[in-house]
């Protein structure tokens, strides 16, 4: 896996939402439309006084549930401890509206209820609060995907810059291979302490280990472990090299900025 830049990680995720928002559009839509038509076919208004507050009444009570419950659900998401991506779950304010509006409307035609009201205030008031349970059950479900989505972008950027690390670490170890060999070839003291405890031959084979990975494109938890290993051996010889009593750190080797490979690549251009 390529590592992502900034710029990728934001178009991809920009793509992705556009992408989706007609079609998600539409069949809300269609679905609302459907509802409707369905309402208006198969429910007839009472015409009974009585019944038309019975009618009201269960449907103020209905909306005052699904608000909380839906300010409920959104509530438990929110506070339990989770990651970043959880700050989008999070009550839509405009929702929130319609709910209370639906809760005034079926308050206010329960008790404004007559029989010279027309039919269509009712179905209007019903359709109104079955369009809203769905939008809200849409945007519940809705959340859960988006936050599914941005938990597979996260999980990616970690692992881009894992394998950043990991190049970073491959790439200083050879360089402190290189500084370690010129230090011994030119300080005969440093060159006898590796020989006698076999830092030399141990040298050898973690440079030897570290080579299956200067080629490879993705690596798993397992090769991380190994080259951070490596790496950790290689830092260690350094201090053991730079605290030597007769070592005299070679200039032209040790900065920073003049490492062997970063040298190696200004005398190629």
């Known amino acids: 896996m390529e590592p992502l830049s900034r710029m990728d990680t934001y178009r ?20 609302y439309a459907a509802s409707f038509g369905l309402v208006f076919y198969f429910v007839k208004v009472p015409t009974s006084y009585a019944m038309r507050i019975g009618l009201e009444a269960g449907l103020f009570f209905l909306s ?31 929702i ?21 009201l027309p039919d269509a205030v009712y179905y209007g008031g019903f359709v109104f609060t079955l369009g809203l349970l769905l939008v809200t059950i ?44 010129d230090v011994m070839d030119n300080h005969e003291d440093v060159r006898q302490m590796m020989v006698w405890n076999g830092f030399d031959r141990m040298l050898e084979e973690q440079i030897y280990d570290l080579q299956p990975y200067f080629q ?15 790496r950790a051996w290689f830092e260690s010889m350094r201090r053991i090299v730079e605290e030597h009593p007769n070592y005299q750190q070679v200039q032209t080797r040790a900065a920073d900025s003049d490492l062997p490979l970063r040298q190696k690549r200004k005398n190629r251009r």
């Open 12 to 31: 991809k995720r920009h793509d992705t939402g556009r992408a989706g928002r007609p079609v998600f559009w539409s069949i809300l839509g269609l679905l």
């Open 96 to 116: 929130i509206a319609c709910w209370v509006l639906s809760v005034i409307y079926h308050l206010s035609m329960g008790l404004l209820t007559s029989r010279v």
């Open 138 to 181: 849409v945007h519940y479900f809705a959340r859960f995907a988006f936050g599914k989505g941005e938990r597979k972008i996260q999980e990616e950027e970690e692992y881009a810059r894992e394998q950043r690390q990991v190049l970073e670490m491959i790439r200083d170890t050879q360089s402190d291979y290189y500084w370690i060999r």
């Open 64 to 94: 005052v549930i699904l608000l909380d419950m839906y300010m409920q659900a959104f509530a438990v998401l929110s506070m339990r401890p989770t990651n970043q991506v959880e700050r989008f779950f999070r009550p839509n304010p405009f």
């Open 216 to 230: 490879r494109t993705v690596l798993t938890n397992r090769d991380m472990d190994r080259v951070a290993g490596i």
